[in-house]
T-cell receptor, first 113, second 118 residues
Framework: GESVGLHLPTLSVQEGDNSIINCAYS??????FIWYKQESGKGPQFIID?????DKRQGQRVTVLLNKTVKHLSLQIAATQPGDSAVYFCAERGGGGGNKLTFGTGTQLKVEL | GAVVSQHPSRVICKSGTSVKIECRSLDFQATTMFWYRQFPKQSLMLMATSNEGSKATYEQGVEKDKFLINHASLTLSTLTVTSAHPEDSSFYIC??????????????FGPGTRLTVL
């Protein structure tokens, strides 16, 4: 069936370094992707999104890259800060006009001082 | 903009009782809301899609008679866990489709409700 998975369950980075969180997806018909940040005990917080007709999108300190050829999505966080420590989920929306999102397994980002 | 609230944030109940969780879009109208369930250190699992003025659409394996969903207005959806049992203990999170044509693809999440059934 359809699935969205992450390569690394835990990522540790030094404060100030750049972070790269990866996500593999299997549904080639997915047309929209979102990255969410979830802190402990809280709901997911929208970070950035990208549509399938794009391969890169930038926000404030974050960049999402989409490689449809290999069905790979990544989130880059520049100058990682302690406040970035959280679980990051990628989510995909299957094509066909539906609104349901399928979430990946999540990556725990730990920022070391 | 696109703020979603949930109430209560935490609830503890006895086995066999029913619990109602509210999800509100505070600054926009949401024709579609979603209910998720999340176990510790796991991902979000979609339970159902709630559409204003119509019946909810449940995911496979989710008992509609146990998890009652009511989307009576454009800003409120409720999830009632009926006859709750300890295995229903979980983190329940709602989301709403964003307003507007471009952000309407995005789901904005509430802060979640921690349900503990004793």
């Amino acid at each position: 069936g359809e699935s969205v998975g992450l390569h690394l369950p835990t990522l540790s980075v030094q404060e100030g370094d750049n972070s790269i969180i990866n996500c593999a997806y299997s549904n080639s018909a997915s047309d929209y992707f979102i990255w969410y940040k979830q802190e402990s005990g809280k709901g997911p917080q929208f970070i950035i999104d990208i549509r399938s007709n794009m391969d890169k999108r930038q926000g404030q300190r974050v960049t999402v890259l989409l490689n449809k050829t290999v069905k790979h999505l990544s989130l880059q966080i520049a100058a990682t800060q302690p406040g970035d420590s959280a679980v990051y989920f990628c989510a995909e929306r299957g094509g066909g006009g539906g609104n349901k999102l399928t979430f990946g397994t999540g990556t725990q980002l730990k920022v070391e001082l | 903009g696109a703020v979603v609230s949930q109430h209560p944030s935490r609830v503890i109940c006895k086995s066999g009782t029913s619990v109602k969780i509210e999800c509100r879009s505070l600054d926009f109208q949401a024709t579609t809301m979603f209910w998720y369930r999340q176990f510790p250190k796991q991902s979000l699992m979609l339970m159902a899609t709630s559409n204003e003025g119509s019946k909810a659409t449940y995911e496979q394996g989710v008992e509609k008679d146990k998890f009652l969903i009511n989307h009576a207005s454009l800003t409120l959806s409720t999830l009632t866990v009926t006859s709750a049992h300890p295995e229903d203990s979980s983190f329940y999170i709602c989301s709403a489709r964003g307003p507007g044509r471009t952000s309407g693809d995005t789901q904005y999440f509430g802060p979640g409700t921690r349900l503990t059934v004793l």
